[in-house]
């Protein structure tokens, strides 16, 4: 298991695109929550203010977030296409590891990056949130935040997603085309031929529906109230927000997609030529 672990984290570090991405996410999310946070928009009974303090923030900063988990994919999609393109899956085979040691490295490495995601959003959530809440209580403070976790879920669902792609391809190039026309256009369009209550079981749809768009309608200066209070609820019933599926619901099929996306590229790792 050392062994496994040490090759992944060797073949990262040494290559400058996974640095360079990595990078690049957290720049960009930086940069989004900071230019954000210097917005002032005001209208009466709410304040860009408000999407910065405890509890709302839980949901905003995940939220935006999950604009950039194609990267995390991407990411996925690169270090995994080197394997087939310099043959190294091939050469540790050789050297003694099995093909479920092969997955259980990758494994590994979406966990971590996924582990580093949610890092990310949890400390500029607490530097952002004790900086622009007032009146700070504990309630407030731990309130929504189980949607860390649930962001977890979902980089963790998107990474699996593109790993399956480029293990089913063999081609980094074609499986970032892929993944991106999947995600953005292919699903969309096909979701369109099917009844409006079997639209959000799709796999995409699950995924992203894991951090959905705050209720920024429904979010006032007096915002620390029940999330299932009759004010949200009104906004539903006026058809103003989107019907989802309940969050634990959802994020029990999110669980299910990614494992079925790990079982498919297991499948395909035991089958085929290296």
Not at 29 to 42: A, E, P, W, Y
Not at 103 to 122: D, N, P, R, W
Not at 198 to 227: A, C, H, W
Request: charged share 15%; no cysteine; glycine share 4%.
């Amino acid at each position: 298991m050392k062994s496994i672990i040490f090759n992944e984290y060797t073949k990262i570090w040494s290559y400058r695109a996974f640095r360079v991405i990595i990078l690049l996410h957290f720049i960009l999310f930086f940069l989004v929550v900071l230019v954000t946070s210097r917005l002032d928009i005001t209208i009466p009974g709410f304040s860009t203010d408000y999407l910065y303090q405890f509890p709302n923030i839980w949901e905003f900063f995940p939220w935006v977030a999950s604009w950039f988990n194609l990267l995390l994919a991407i990411l996925v999609i690169v270090m995994t296409g080197n394997e087939y393109t310099f043959r190294t899956f091939r050469q540790h085979v050789i050297d003694g590891l099995s093909r479920f040691d092969l997955l259980t490295g990758k494994g590994f490495l979406i966990l971590a990056i996924a582990v580093y995601s949610m890092l990310m959003v949890l400390i500029f959530a607490l530097l952002f949130g004790f900086i622009f809440t007032r009146d700070l209580t504990m309630a407030m403070f731990v309130q929504k935040t189980y949607i860390l976790l649930v962001y977890f879920v979902q980089a963790v669902a998107y990474m699996s997603a593109g790993f399956l792609l480029v293990i089913l391809f063999r081609n980094t190039a074609l499986a970032i085309v892929l993944f991106i026309l999947y995600r953005l256009i292919i699903e969309p369009v096909f979701r369109l031929f099917f009844p409006p209550e079997t639209r959000l079981y799709f796999p995409m749809k699950v995924i992203s529906n894991l951090t959905p768009m705050p209720e920024f309608l429904s979010i006032s200066s007096g915002n620390q109230q029940d999330p299932d209070s009759v004010d949200t609820l009104n906004l539903r019933e006026m058809g103003i927000l989107a019907e989802d599926l309940p969050v634990y619901l959802n994020l029990l099929l999110a669980v299910g997609y990614t494992a079925l996306f790990i079982f498919l590229a297991w499948l395909l790792l035991r089958k085929r030529n290296l």
